[in-house]
């Protein structure tokens, strides 16, 4: 499959992004692991990144740009992709159509994860991440905690709250959201590829995206 999954954070795209990559091979390419890992290993993307993050504002499009494009020429990209993050801004959605056309892909669907903000600021405040970089299951301390000494049910490695959980910082991402990532909605629906889902259960809404793709 290869599909966007657009949503404020806290939306589940990180979620329903790692459920449907069961299915049919396609990988997760989430914009801010990559950028996460990156400070995480003081690269110079990461010491590029770091100021924007922790404040909560986004990274600069030409950078993100040069990653994606790094990214889509990785093997593991030929079975499909499920981008969670990118693209968040107006430039990035038309460097992203430049680029598939380029590569000759075509997109499935851009999904849009419709939750209430009230939801949202829950969740945000009770999630828990886990620390290698190769796994980062996401955790829920109310829906889906990790082991009782706060260590990831699937590799064992520490769970921990990200740096950009702060309320300032949250207040800060919802506000961003808005302003740069949420006019995309009409973007991709005057590209016909728009598919909002306004479910808040995860299961529900991997169903509805294979249905929508085929995949069932
Ligand atoms: P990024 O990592 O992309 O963060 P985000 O968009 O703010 O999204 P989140 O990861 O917070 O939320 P999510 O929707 O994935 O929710 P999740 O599944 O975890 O970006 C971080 C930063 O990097 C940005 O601020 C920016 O600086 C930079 N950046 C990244 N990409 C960029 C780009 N393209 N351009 C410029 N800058 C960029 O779910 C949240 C919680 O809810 C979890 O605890 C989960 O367990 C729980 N949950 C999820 N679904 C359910 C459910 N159905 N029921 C109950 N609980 C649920």
Redesign the pocket.
């Known amino acids: 499959m290869r599909i966007i999954?657009l949503?404020?954070?806290?939306?589940?795209?990180?979620?329903?992004?790692?459920a449907l990559m069961a299915y049919d091979g396609s990988v997760q390419i989430?914009?801010?692991?990559?950028?996460?890992n990156a400070v995480k290993n003081k690269t110079e993307l990461g010491k590029k990144?770091q100021g924007?993050?922790g404040?909560?504002?986004?990274?600069?499009?030409d950078?993100?740009m040069e990653i994606?494009e790094s990214r889509f020429g990785e093997p593991d990209c030929e079975q499909g992709f499920i981008l969670?993050?990118?693209?968040?801004?107006i430039p990035?959605a038309e460097a992203l159509k430049k680029l598939l056309q380029k590569l000759h892909l075509k997109l499935d669907v851009v999904v849009n994860?419709d939750?209430p903000r009230e939801?949202?600021l829950d969740?945000?405040t009770?999630?828990?991440?886990c620390s290698n970089p190769d796994c980062q299951e996401?955790?829920?301390?109310?829906?889906?905690p990790p082991t009782e000494d706060g260590r990831c049910k699937k590799c064992g490695a520490p769970v921990v709250q990200?740096d950009?959980e702060t309320e300032e910082?949250i207040t800060k991402?919802l506000e961003?959201?808005n302003e740069k990532?949420a006019p995309l909605i009409d973007f991709y629906r005057k590209e016909g590829f728009l598919k909002t889902i306004t479910?808040?259960?995860?299961?529900e809404?991997v169903s509805i995206i294979r249905r929508e793709i085929g995949s069932t």
């Open positions: 999954l949503g404020a954070p806290g939306a589940g795209k990180g979620t329903v992004a790692k989430s914009t801010g692991d990559i950028l996460r990144a924007y993050m404040r909560g504002e986004l990274v600069p499009d950078l993100i994606m969670d993050g990118f693209p968040r801004t990035q994860l939750v939801v949202i969740r945000l009770t999630r828990r991440t996401i955790y829920n301390i109310k829906s889906k990200r950009d910082a991402r961003t959201y990532t479910s808040t259960s995860s299961d809404i």
